[in-house]
């Protein structure tokens, strides 16, 4: 069952339960029993549910015991008991409890990170994904590829972190691992890069060979912290997977990939608990900006379809989104075409719509109806529309095409658009334009707003 199934059918069970108007023991059992199922058919670990429901039954249990003797007079504060308790158990499932404090770069010393994982995972991707996360965050990152092993590693890393502008170090000659791994970190602490990022080489399977190797390239590099690269589809072999790479590497983090599309994730949640080591990233899709910090209420949130305010507003923050100019045009009841391309363009940096749709409580369903290629293709069309303009056209109200209107049919064939499509993003900013006016200005709502503060 893929994750946004599992969130559905818990949130169903759970709903079924308070909107009946007796609570009681039969239906605590029937409600924990589907949502056991539901764990269950996600590949989470048959032990851990077998916690959760007990946890559960026990966190009620006393309050249900309560109601019956009070009969009924408390139905609600039962109802918001049960929602707090599964929500909290939840949590408790894909929360580790490690015993050191999560490791997190610093600038002005070198860090280490060294990835480890199977073949296949996603170790090359999340190498690249981490190492634009924490340049995005001001530190200078250098990428090793100590992958000897598999044939097109080097080229694969090479091309992406080109495409990332992020600085890297491999060879194609040299077959010793050990060796790629201490030249490439040595190089990157001699030109005082905060972060160095070292991506081992995996196998099909797990073998001797390639623990071997993984303990020599960590005594060679000395990482600050390893990641292990957990693929989320892999469903209960992620358990063992996960203990025996503990051991060989002790690593102090998981990265789960492929969150996104039909990953089960019930194994990886297992894995966490058989490891007691916490998730510290999800890869949610192949583009190097489908990576997320984890957070168990976060995720939790998510899966459960209340949205992830938190988490939204973190992405929003790293998007350096410009918005400067156009609230001061608001201000001034002013709405230009080029504000109009400023806030299109803004909403294309915030990534897939379905995204972000999901974090917003109450979004989440919606979400899935979002037509994914529709709605960013006409945005993009837009985009283009307004790029074909001069730069006075875009500074103005539009009126520039109502005086001359063969220009709009020169913005069409200059976008490669239809002069229906022109006029459309025209409308478009005659209303915003329109909506501007009514909030800007002296007497608009915006000041009336501030003299109210
Ligand atoms: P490695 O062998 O462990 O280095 O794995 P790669 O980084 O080459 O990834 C294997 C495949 O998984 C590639 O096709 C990646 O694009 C894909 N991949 C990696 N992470 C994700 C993810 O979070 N979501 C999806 N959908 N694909 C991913």
């Given at each position: 069952m893929v994750l946004a199934d599992l969130g559905r059918r818990i949130n169903a069970a759970v709903n079924s339960l308070t909107s009946?108007?007796?609570?009681?023991?039969?239906?605590?059992?029937?409600?924990?029993?589907?949502?056991?199922?539901?764990?269950?058919?996600?590949?989470?670990?048959?032990?851990?549910?077998?916690?959760?429901?007990?946890?559960?039954?026990?966190?009620?249990?006393?309050?249900?015991?309560?109601?019956?003797?009070?009969?009924?007079?408390?139905?609600?504060?039962?109802?918001?008991?049960?929602?707090?308790?599964?929500?909290?158990?939840l949590c408790e499932l894909v929360e580790a409890h490690?015993?050191?404090?999560?490791?997190?770069?610093?600038?002005?010393?070198?860090?280490?990170?060294?990835?480890?994982?199977?073949?296949?995972?996603?170790?090359?991707?999340?190498?690249?994904?981490?190492?634009?996360?924490?340049?995005?965050?001001?530190?200078?990152?250098?990428?090793?590829?100590?992958?000897?092993?598999?044939?097109?590693a080097f080229d694969q890393l090479k091309q992406n972190a080109t495409k990332a502008k992020i600085p890297y170090y491999g060879s194609y000659t040299e077959p010793d691992p050990v060796k790629v791994s201490r030249d490439g970190v040595e190089k990157f602490k001699k030109e005082k890069f905060d972060l160095i990022i070292v991506d081992t080489s995996g196998r099909h399977r797990q073998e001797q060979e390639l623990f071997a190797e993984m303990v020599q390239i960590g005594e060679a590099v000395k990482p600050d912290q390893t990641l292990m690269v957990l693929d989320a589809s892999i469903g209960q072999a992620a358990e063992q997977q996960s203990k025996a790479f503990k051991e060989a590497s002790n690593f102090g983090a998981i990265v789960l990939t492929k969150m996104d599309g039909h990953a089960k994730g019930g194994g990886a949640i297992s894995a966490v608990a058989a490891t007691n080591t916490p998730i510290a990233f999800i890869g949610t899709g192949e583009h190097v900006h489908d990576f997320e910090t984890f957070s168990p209420k976060q995720f939790v949130s998510k899966l459960l379809g209340i949205g992830d305010i938190q988490g939204l507003m973190e992405h929003v923050s790293t998007l350096k989104?410009?918005?400067?100019?156009?609230?001061?045009?608001?201000?001034?009841g002013i709405f230009t075409l080029r504000d109009l391309r400023d806030q299109m363009s803004n909403i294309m940096k915030m990534g897939p719509l379905s995204k972000v749709a999901s974090m917003i409580p109450g979004m989440s369903q919606l979400a899935d109806q979002i037509g994914e290629e529709d709605s960013t293709k006409r945005l993009k069309t837009m985009i283009y529309i307004m790029?074909?303009?001069?730069?006075?056209?875009?500074?103005?109200?539009?009126?520039?095409?109502?005086d001359q209107p063969s220009r709009i049919v020169r913005v069409a064939?200059?976008?490669?658009?239809?002069?229906?499509?022109?006029?459309?993003?025209?409308?478009?900013?005659?209303?915003?334009?329109?909506?501007?006016?009514?909030?800007?200005?002296?007497?608009?709502?915006?000041?009336?707003?501030?003299?109210?503060?």
């Open positions: 009946q108007s007796v609570v009681d023991q039969t239906a605590l059992d029937a409600m924990l029993k589907e949502i056991c199922t539901a764990l269950l058919e996600s590949d989470v670990n048959v032990r851990l549910v077998g916690q959760l429901r007990n946890s559960i039954r026990a966190k009620v249990a006393s309050a249900l015991n309560k109601e019956e003797k009070e009969s009924g007079s408390n139905a609600n504060a039962i109802k918001r008991l049960v929602q707090k308790t599964v929500f909290d158990e490690p015993t050191d404090e999560q490791f997190k770069p610093k600038k002005g010393r070198s860090n280490v990170i060294m990835f480890v994982g199977l073949q296949g995972a996603g170790k090359t991707t999340s190498c690249t994904k981490l190492a634009v996360y924490y340049q995005r965050r001001g530190l200078r990152v250098g990428l090793v590829c100590a992958d000897t092993f598999r044939a097109g989104l410009d918005q400067k100019d156009t609230i001061k045009h608001i201000q001034q790029d074909s303009m001069t730069e006075k056209e875009l500074d103005s109200d539009g009126s520039p095409f109502a064939r200059g976008s490669g658009t239809s002069v229906r499509e022109v006029e459309e993003v025209l409308y478009q900013q005659k209303m915003m334009a329109a909506m501007a006016k009514k909030m800007g200005g002296k007497g608009g709502m915006m000041s009336r707003m501030q003299q109210m503060q």
